[in-house]
């Protein structure tokens, strides 16, 4: 029993909804959490809407002095909400970033507004993708004085790796809040090994043979079978419908496997290779290149899956430089390897081990020290 006047903890963690569920004995408390949640969206639906920084000088400059045409151009989305911090997120591979935080982006919106990047179905550009984050920061420092969080899953937080390497040699500091890298594969090495004639990942299977072929020289068949693996990835996560019972509607769950296969079949032979040709252009990540170090002084949190075998390599670089010299690169960064539940938590599975990943984010965004940049009148 509460003492008189106590409030009670916030409903929106998993560790408070353990103590509600042993006081009024709900088991498992995820269903309560999920009925809390929807209750709420019905309320104020999520609605990401297009969006464009008032000035985008890095992206046009892009597009007026390189070979990258606008349909290259990732899609950006925003969902606006009140709260100093906003976040910024990219996806993987698959599927599209408003879908990889399908569930955390209630809790995401309530500490401000939050961006998606959904790269482009028919190409890619690394280059574009980059100016475009420039831009977008530097609205968010500059207009609103805020200092966003970026959040990337899998490729995606390689390509913030990647951002934050670029802004570094360019001698900029953009102001952030901290930087979120859920599974990071930020190199080709990461998923196949060099050295390796048969990949031992699965998604190394899929992708070793866009990473073999010479530029221009990727057989389309080669395409139809990625396809498949990614589909089967994403299935089999989706085969245990117990547990997604307990983290969300019937409704929400064909709404997000409808726009998972949709975006695993409509991206097309271009736009495939044309992101595999960007992660071949990433570099490996070590301490000892003498690339641009710290990459960034704010917080970071650095989330590993205890199953990464599906797709990281047991030699994957990235892994290995930011588990054994990650303060080189965040000194304010943490690292935490995510397990527990019925089933062991796969690589950047943040919709099917949502409550093992959220205590982790969750302590991340409370720890979180951003005041307002102070703009000049």
Known sequence: MRARGKTMPALTLSPALSVLAALTRFTPPQPLHTFLRTTGYKIRPPRPLPYSPRQSLAREAILN??????????????????????????????????????LIRGFLLKHGSVYYLNYPRTGFSLDLLCAQLDDLVEELNTVHGQRPVLFGVSFGAGIILEWLRRVRLAGRSP??????????????ADIVA???????????????????????????????????????????????????????????????HTQVIQAIQSIDFTGACERLSALRQLPALSAWDGGPR????????????????????????????????????????????????????????LIFHYFQFLPLISAFYRGLKTPPIFRAA
């Not at 102001?175 to 080709?188: F, K, M, R, Y």
């Not at 048969?198 to 079978?225: C, M, S, W, Y």
């Open 65 to 102: 002095h390189a070979a990258a045409s606008p349909h290259r151009l990732a899609t950006l989305l925003c969902e606006k909400r009140p709260g100093p911090v906003p976040t910024i997120v990219l996806g993987g591979f698959v599927p599209d970033a408003t879908e990889q935080v399908f």
């Open 175 to 188: 102001a952030l809040g901290g930087t979120v890298l859920i599974s990071p594969v930020a190199c080709a």
């Open 194 to 256: 060099t050295d390796e004639v048969k990949p031992t990942t699965l998604l190394g299977r899929a992708l070793k043979p866009f990473l073999d072929a010479a530029e221009g020289q990727v057989a389309p068949g080669i395409i139809e079978k990625s396809r498949v693996i990614f589909t089967k990835m994403f299935e089999a996560g989706a085969q245990n419908k117990a547990s997604l019972r307990a983290l969300m509607t019937g409704a929400e769950l064909r709404h997000l």
């Open 294 to 349: 710290p990459l960034s002084t704010a917080p970071a949190l650095i989330l590993y899956a205890e199953k990464e075998g599906a797709v990281l390599h047991d030699r994957s670089p990235t892994r290995a430089a930011l588990g054994t010299t990650l303060s080189a690169f965040f000194p304010y960064g943490t690292h935490h390897i995510v397990a527990g539940g019925k089933s062991p938590v796969q690589h950047a599975s």
